[in-house]
């Protein structure tokens, strides 16, 4: 499979210079231009191990990755943010190892934030000692009754003004275990007035009384985000720290932190938007409600949009990084459509899927004309312009199976499908007449009858004369029973985050996102398809196969993505997509230069 070019070293690396830059990419042009890193660019993907990963950090994975990759000298490090212990689990730390590396990615250090709590510890009393941080005995509400409000500066805590002698004595014990929880804080001693609330005197420690999945119950007092993070960074070397917008206002923070510590490096912060997309959320706190009140069946189930959902799925990871650099970098915050997703699978199994047959609901078809009891086998490609995808004999015989909406007996006029008296293509093999149709007792269509004409073997009539519909079909001696999962939107709503008065996001599951059809007949080929192997069935879109009951070997698919492209039509509709794929490329002076 042709990989993006961002994907291919040097040649792409060639390649990016001649197309536009985005404003990230544009500053370490630049840097690198003036020599401020000595031509070093490093970078890290930062996650909290609190959730499975989702499309909206496979963004941030592309970027931060795949600048390492362009880069000559360019590293990437992962590093798990684990200072919150009470929401941490090995569980996670694992699966998002799983889906970086599945994403085509390697890391060249792999950090926890949690290795680093000494170092951290020992910034915490440089700061002390210089009379920038002081221990603060106010409780939770009175911090934040003293921190005031945007129009009005707050108030200096009563303890701001302790010596360092007693802020190290009482932060020494703090560390110790002699103080209860939430008693005490640790806090940066900067200006309550400041216009940036996250500048008035922000809590640096907190006491936690927390078993921690990597440092066990050797620490009682733990760092803050903000304290953590810039530090982390500083210790590991990176030069452009990447993170979302959210965490614009903290970047003062970020500098106030490394110019008052022995830090050895300052590396910048640049934020860019987060990915929103339409029909689902990616908010971690909002999947885990998903997961854990069971109405969805895991963090893999294929309607989520977490990476190991949509790679159970059938996406690839191709598809997903071409995703991501066809959304491309921007500091405006933007949603994307999910048909721009699902766009970009399909041109990926376009290219790779092989063609099959499968009828997801059935309608048995007696050729009353062929020869009972006999059968023969097709020779039929499997890929309609690689013939490298190779072929396979497709067997035919007098009983076959349809799609139920394929016939209507009594159809509307531009119904070209199967009705009585109507002749249709049967792909790759003949053309049939329906002549009868048998009901049960109720009136329902349980079979048809049908002839069909030797002449057109292949799928063409020697006299000329054509047909308006080729249907899809299985040879119903020799199909297999397989089980189908067809899939909709998670969400009836474009926005389920945008929700009316006394509604929850949960209110707006689609009852429909899951179909299972149990009974489905595909073509013996696919009897001995093991998990991952993906396909098209014609004419019903591209499927995958997700597992095989162990009982009874019945395989069963996931429908990756239908044939239907709403892409293509949404860009013609609307001249200026929500999801701008394309970068504004002026090169912009960054802020936090
Ligand atoms: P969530 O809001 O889903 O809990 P988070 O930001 O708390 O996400 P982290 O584990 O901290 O999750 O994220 C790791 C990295 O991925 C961060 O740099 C974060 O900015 C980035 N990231 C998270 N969500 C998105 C998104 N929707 N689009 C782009 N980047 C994202
Ligand atoms: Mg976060």
Redesign the pocket.
Known sequence: MAKPDHMEDKDAAEEGKEKSLDFIRTVIAQDNETGKHAGRVATR???????Y?????A???C??FGIAREQEKGTCNLRF?DTNPAKEDVEYVDSIMEDVRWMGFKWDELHYASDYFERLYEFAVELIKARKAYVCDLSPEEVRAYRGTLKEPGKNSPYRDRSPEENLDLFTRMRAGEFADGSRVLRAKIDMAAPNLILRDPTLYRIRRAHHHRTGDAWLIYPMYDFTHCLSDSLEGITHS???L??ENNRALYDWVLDNVSAPCHPQQLE?????LTYTV????K?IQLVENGLVNGWDDPRMPTISGLRRRGYSAGAVRNFCEKIGVAKRASTVDMALLEFCVREDLNETAPRVMGVLNPLKVVITNYPEGESEELDCPLHPTDPSVGGRALPFSGELYIEQEDFMEDPPKKFFRLSPGKEVRLRYAYFITCTDVIKDENGQVTELRCTYDPATKGGDAPDGRKVKATLHWVSAPHACTAEVRLYEHLFTVENPNDVEEGKEFTDYINPNSLQILRDCKVEPLLANAAPGYQCQFERMGYFCVDSVNPETGTVVFNRTVTLRDQWTKIQKTQPAPKSQPKQDNKPKKNKGN
């Open positions: 993907f930062p996650p909290e191990p609190n959730g990963l989702h499309i909206g950090h963004k941030s994975i970027l931060n943010d990447i993170c979302t959210e965490f860019f938007a987060r990915l929103n990616l908010s971690k706190r999947l």
